[in-house]
């Protein structure tokens, strides 16, 4: 399931510059979501029933994984812009990634225990491949640019 963080974080990255393409324009979260929401809808066929019980959990799960991320990237951010990084330094930064990883795997294995509460199986799988499916679109699209 960390192919899916790593997969959000490129979209948001391929979306961003496909709204820079028109002028500096910052980041439209809400334009984000609702593609995001229309993309998953489609590839997994989900009722509207379904599509009201999932999409408040879905959200969710991504917030707490991005919160997750905030503290280590402001973290790194700040020693690689120090200058001079020592071993030690590179050290914490890995630990902190790996940990991070961690902490993502166990939110998304929390939200897909809920998530089997309110979909079926072959859904719950299909929501990861629509993902991988949209951030693949993203990367082509990007690329053409």
Same mark, same amino acid.
């Given at each position: 399931?960390?192919?899916?963080?790593?997969?959000?974080?490129?979209?948001?990255?391929?979306?961003?510059? $496909?709204?820079?393409?028109?002028?500096? #324009? +910052?980041?439209?979260?809400? $334009?984000?979501?609702a593609e995001q929401e229309r993309i998953i809808k489609q590839e997994v066929n989900l009722t509207p029933e379904e599509a009201n019980a999932f999409f408040p959990l879905?959200?969710?799960?991504? #917030? +707490?994984r991005f919160e997750a991320n905030r503290d280590v990237r402001k973290e790194m951010k700040e020693i690689l812009s120090s200058g001079k990084i020592t071993?030690?330094?590179?050290? /914490?930064?890995?630990?902190?990634?790996?940990?991070? #990883?961690? /902490?993502?795997n166990e939110i998304e294995k929390e939200y897909y225990a809920k998530f089997k509460k309110i979909l079926?199986?072959? #859904?719950?799988?299909?929501?990861?491949? $629509?993902?991988?499916?949209?951030n693949k679109e993203l990367l082509k699209t990007r690329d053409k640019r």
């Amino acid at each position: 399931m960390k192919h899916v963080l790593l997969l959000l974080v490129l979209m948001s990255i391929c979306l961003s510059n $496909a709204f820079a393409q028109n002028g500096p #324009k +910052k980041f439209d979260a809400n $334009a984000f979501r609702a593609e995001q929401e229309r993309i998953i809808k489609q590839e997994v066929n989900l009722t509207p029933e379904e599509a009201n019980a999932f999409f408040p959990l879905y959200h969710e799960m991504n #917030k +707490k994984r991005f919160e997750a991320n905030r503290d280590v990237r402001k973290e790194m951010k700040e020693i690689l812009s120090s200058g001079k990084i020592t071993d030690a330094q590179y050290l /914490k930064m890995v630990d902190n990634q790996l940990d991070v #990883k961690v /902490k993502e795997n166990e939110i998304e294995k929390e939200y897909y225990a809920k998530f089997k509460k309110i979909l079926p199986a072959e #859904k719950v799988f299909k929501v990861s491949m $629509a993902e991988m499916k949209m951030n693949k679109e993203l990367l082509k699209t990007r690329d053409k640019r």
